[in-house]
């Protein structure tokens, strides 16, 4: 089923969706007018009705451990970056309505990977699939029903987050344009539709920031791919309140962030921490949180 998709809201520093032309010429008049904030990946934020248990879970299943953010914080800490728990008395929602679609570790050998995690229990939403020869993936069902993917990767790390958009291309551009993500082909995406077993699965994007690759699909794949959740549905739900909260960059300078993003919240400290972070909107109603510094393990 092809639906056609509503159009990307335009955001502070986004850049026009209706053609390549306009949208190439929107990329360069961006990059001529401002520099993007000097940015990090910094941390996902889950909502778990036990964050407890959650703070067990990753480090057991996964290449991450336990350690306090701020150094007041329980956290997990994945390479460079942070998984926060937000404690909550009903179960988050956790079906892919928002542009939050899941987030993933890699594996050098895959099936053996998880065979691993099936000797531990873990329970998988999905089993070990060959998506072309010699790479895998599975998704694991985290706590909350989070949807954690396993995949054929060169490292064991915390490696990607998985959004979709209503314009991968576009939103793409946003993330390079305002945080300096980098392609990770090196060169914008292309637009033409692809296909992968007759689901849609480009445009796309593929983005690096700092050891995280951002992948955004279209939305024509969740309309494909969850035909019930998605009928006649106009446009994504904020991921507010749901498994995944929000998405965290951090930026060292609130006033050049201000100023970029008109719609940014005023900066306040993160409860608990002398830590300053501001909230805004991105594409496709994607939560983002701006923390103050860089991420370190305290």
């Not at 608990?272 to 109603?285: F, I, M, Q």
Request: glycine content about 6%.
């Amino acid at each position: 089923m092809k639906a056609a998709s509503p159009t990307t809201p335009r955001m502070a520093g986004s850049v026009p969706t209706t053609s390549i032309g306009v949208l190439l010429l929107g990329c360069f008049s961006v990059a001529a007018q401002q520099q993007p904030l000097e940015s990090h990946f910094h941390h996902l934020h889950l909502n778990s009705t036990d964050p407890a248990a959650a703070r067990e879970f990753y480090p057991a299943k996964f290449d991450a451990e336990k350690a306090r953010f701020a150094g007041k914080l329980d956290a997990v800490w994945a390479q460079k970056s942070w998984l926060l728990f937000n404690k909550v008395a009903a179960p988050p929602p956790h079906e892919i309505l928002s542009s939050i679609w899941h987030f993933g570790w890699g594996a050098e050998d895959m099936p053996a990977a998880y065979q691993k995690q099936l000797d531990m229990g873990t329970r998988f939403s999905w089993p070990i699939t060959e998506m072309f020869p010699k790479f895998f993936y599975a998704y694991v069902e985290g706590p909350d029903k989070a949807i954690v993917e396993l995949n054929s990767a060169r490292h064991h790390n915390f490696g990607h987050l998985h959004l979709i958009s209503t314009d991968p291309v576009a939103a793409g551009e946003w993330y390079v344009s305002n945080f300096g993500a980098k392609y990770a082909s090196g060169r914008p995406p292309s637009r033409e539709p692809r296909f992968y077993r007759g689901y849609q699965i480009g445009p796309s994007a593929s983005l690096l920031m700092d050891n995280v690759n951002i992948i955004i699909f279209p939305i024509e794949y969740a309309r494909q791919q969850w035909p019930e959740l998605w009928k006649d549905r106009a446009e994504f739900l904020s991921p507010k309140g749901r498994v995944v909260d929000h998405v965290s960059f951090s930026v060292t300078d609130f006033k050049q962030a201000a100023a970029r993003f008109p719609t940014l919240s005023k900066p306040k400290n993160i409860p608990g921490t002398k830590v300053r972070s501001a909230y805004l909107e991105g594409p496709d109603r994607i939560l983002i949180e701006l923390v103050e510094g860089h991420p370190a393990k305290q």
